[in-house]
């Protein structure tokens, strides 16, 4: 479930192709919104915190409202940013210099005067004094404070930080206040597990994501590709802190425009930063080629994975034909073998503590380090019992082992010729080290280099069992 907020929420509103996500990327310190002169980019609620002069708030970007909108989704898009408005501390009404003033925007004038909403009015794209004069015509839409800036250039912006600083309630928001030099919130801040939500487009990820946050915050349609943007929440379980991430549906190379290019590279970046992805798959699709194309993507990543299978209020629910489809999926994603397959509805909001436990077990194998004397047992046995196999006369020797780091578990083999080793035993090696320890749900690394001297043989304690 979500967490109540303990910060005011400032909210960015305005007709499409203003410059609301330049200013909001400018807000919060870096690009987290996608930015491109189509208009109608923006469809998701994308939220980050901000700071100005010791004062702290969360921002949000909207969809752009109006008429004019060209976005098939236009409608929805409104609805979604109407609803967010209305929990709003301050809303920031963004208008364009250079458009002037249309219809369309006077009808949103006097939608937000009737929400009772501090409304702080920021007339974009003022790039110089000639601009300045013509923006003057803004003062007659009868909202203030009234702010000229260019949130490309970042000229006059200090003017628009204050000035929403000045409308912060310090009183109902007190952890607003960030004490010069403190340090203390960005520790608190920082969640105990960061879960990314990947797949093709439609497969109900954000659905799944909504029923996880327990609040419409992923738009939803059945038009593929609604998502754009990295859109995150957070929510707590087991006494953890979650930070979920939605990412847009991923479609091949060739076929991406450049906002679906933008799209790609924001889950790229959020996936490079989380711990475990959640890869969802549509139960009555089956896995297409494209599946397995983001299989590959997140083989990629080196994270923990939970596959999810969405939709599974349409399909049989007796056990068996859960065994048979986890081996469908096994089969068909057979670099994901280690992957645990949770069967989920978001519809019906079920499976997902059965998720949520899947992730912290994956979580805790993507951090477990092994113990060195086991680890170094299990290989001495194996590689005696089952050798290498010999290449052009020679044999591939095992001098030492040893894991180097975590997330994800890392190994590194010291051999006496790198050459000798064959891709198959490569694969033996890895499936040796998940049979005997607990990595399930977790990638593992392994790297092989020449040995610089000769260890000797360890003789080491009784052997671990199988398990």
């Not at 992923?218 to 006494?239: C, K, N, Q, W």
């Not at 790229?268 to 983001?294: F, H, N, P, Q, Y």
């Not at 690394?445 to 069992?465: D, E």
Request: net charge negative; glycine share 6%; with cysteine.
């Amino acid at each position: 479930m979500a967490r109540a907020r303990e910060l005011p929420l400032v909210v960015i509103v305005g007709r499409p192709n203003v410059g609301k996500s330049t200013m909001f990327n400018r807000m919060v310190g870096h690009r987290l919104a996608i930015v491109d002169e189509l208009p109608g980019v923006t469809r998701d609620l994308v939220t980050a915190e901000a700071e100005w002069d010791c004062l702290r708030y969360f921002v949000c970007d909207t969809g752009g409202i109006g008429r004019e909108s060209e976005d098939p989704l236009h409608e929805l898009v409104a609805e979604r940013a109407w609803e967010i408005v209305e929990d709003a501390d301050i809303v920031v009404f963004t208008t364009d210099v250079r458009a002037g003033i249309s219809e369309g925007e006077m009808e949103l004038r006097r939608a937000l005067v009737r929400t009772n909403k501090p409304v702080i009015l920021a007339v974009n794209k003022v790039d110089n004094e000639k601009l300045e004069a013509q923006a003057a015509e803004f003062y007659g839409i009868g909202i203030e404070p009234v702010v000229f800036i260019s949130a490309l250039s970042g000229r006059a912006f200090d003017e628009l930080l204050d000035a929403i600083n000045d409308t912060i309630d310090t009183e109902r928001y007190p952890r607003a206040v960030v004490e010069p030099g403190g340090e203390e919130e960005t520790d608190q801040a920082r969640p105990d597990v960061r879960l990314i939500v990947l797949g093709k487009q439609n497969v109900g990820k954000s659905s799944l994501v909504n029923a996880l946050l327990a609040e419409d915050k992923v738009m939803v349609s059945e038009l593929p590709g609604t998502t754009r943007d990295a859109i995150s929440g957070s929510f707590d379980y087991a006494g953890l802190s979650f930070e979920l991430t939605d990412t847009a549906g991923l479609k091949k190379l060739s076929r991406m425009d450049d906002v679906d290019y933008y799209s790609f590279t924001r889950a790229d970046t959020a996936t490079r930063s989380g711990e475990v992805c959640l890869l969802v798959l549509d139960a009555e699709r089956g896995i297409e080629e494209m599946d397995k194309r983001v299989a590959r993507r997140i083989e990629e990543y080196g994270r923990g994975v939970v596959i999810t299978v969405n939709k599974w209020d349409l399909m049989a629910q007796e056990e068996a034909a859960r065994d048979a489809y986890a081996g469908y999926v096994r089969r068909e994603l057979a670099k994901l073998t280690w992957a645990p397959v949770v069967f989920t509805s978001a519809v019906e909001a079920t499976g997902l503590e059965e998720l949520l436990d899947a992730v912290l077990a994956a979580r805790e194998s993507f951090n477990r380090m092994l113990d060195a004397d086991a680890l170094r047992q299990v290989i001495d046995e194996e590689t005696t019992v089952y050798p290498p196999p010999v290449v052009k006369n020679r044999s591939l020797i095992f001098h030492d082992v040893a894991q180097v780091r975590t997330r994800p578990p890392t190994f590194v083999f010291e051999v006496n010729d790198v050459k000798l080793l064959r891709t198959a035993y490569r694969n033996f090696l890895e499936n040796v080290l998940r049979r005997y320890f607990p990595l399930d749900g977790t990638h593992v690394r392994l790297f092989f280099r020449r040995a610089q001297k000769p260890a000797k043989k360890r003789r080491g304690k009784r052997h671990p069992q199988r398990g």
